[in-house]
């Protein structure tokens, strides 16, 4: 599976971005499609998932002011985030989880100045 995500740039505190993750895959056939993020220095973490079934899970950092959602007929999986603050900042990943293998997209970067 093959994953491009988009989207990141530089935004003011409060501010609000979407990124996009376009996979290669017919996302039905995923088991869950998920954004993480890695700031410098950090390890990387996890802040949303969407399972095949719909269901969402959320960091509790990000919870109410992200939101990922999905669009099967494009394959792309998508993060709202809202009410940006300077410690978003980091590069953002989408990944694939198969249950036997995880993928991962190269990541955007996301900078949320003061």
């Known amino acids: 599976v093959q994953l491009q995500a988009s989207g990141g740039g530089l935004v003011q505190a409060g501010g609000s971005l979407n990124l996009s993750c376009t996979t290669s895959?017919?996302?039905?056939?995923?088991?869950?499609l998920g954004w993480y993020r890695q700031a410098p220095g950090k390890q990387r973490e996890l802040l949303a998932r969407?399972?095949?079934?719909?269901?969402?899970v959320y960091a509790d950092s990000v919870r109410g002011r992200f939101t990922v959602s999905r669009d099967g007929s494009k394959n792309m999986v998508f993060l709202q985030m809202n009410s940006l603050k300077p410690e978003d900042t980091a590069v953002y990943y989408c990944n694939a989880d198969m249950i036997l293998d995880i993928y991962w997209g190269q990541g955007t970067l996301v900078t949320v100045s003061s």
């Open positions: 969407i399972m095949r079934g719909g269901r969402t």
């Open positions: 895959r017919n996302i039905a056939s995923i088991n869950a």
